[in-house]
């Protein structure tokens, strides 16, 4: 069955790094597209970041732009999420998604088209 599963959070002072993985099993990675989606304490869940099935083309939330990067590696079924410049507003569970049709030309940036979430990782950013 699809599996997602997250690691690499922890914690990080404000303007440090952190690089989240996603490892994938189960189906096809490479015909899907994939994102990362994110929910503070007491907020409802956000999307974060999209790409596509090839890696070519990827997509941000404002709020990170510039300071998030999201890459995969098909040939390892491995999601990636490169955060630098962490800001404290950054702290939350951070989930992976896979979307729900496979060969989707373009990266959905809707959370409803992602129909597999991993368990989540924390991320803390604190000084």
């Known amino acids: 069955q699809v599996q997602l599963v997250e690691s690499g959070g922890g914690l990080a002072q404000p303007g440090g790094s952190l ?24 907020k409802g869940l956000e999307w974060v970041s999209g790409i596509s099935r090839d890696g070519s083309d990827t997509y941000y939330t404002d709020s990170v732009k510039g300071r998030f990067t999201i890459s995969r590696d098909n040939a390892k079924n491995t999601l990636y999420l490169q955060m630098n410049s962490l ?3 950054d702290t939350a569970l951070y989930y992976c998604a ?3 049709r496979p060969l989707r030309v373009a990266v959905t940036t ?10 989540g990782t ?3 950013v604190s000084s």
């Open 122 to 124: 924390q991320v803390t």
């Open 87 to 89: 800001k404290p507003e």
């Open 19 to 42: 690089r989240l993985s996603c490892a994938a099993s189960g189906f096809t990675f490479s015909i899907f597209v994939m994102g990362w989606a994110r929910q503070a304490p007491g």
């Open 110 to 119: 809707y959370t409803v088209d992602y129909n597999y979430w991993g368990q």
């Open 98 to 100: 896979k979307d729900r």
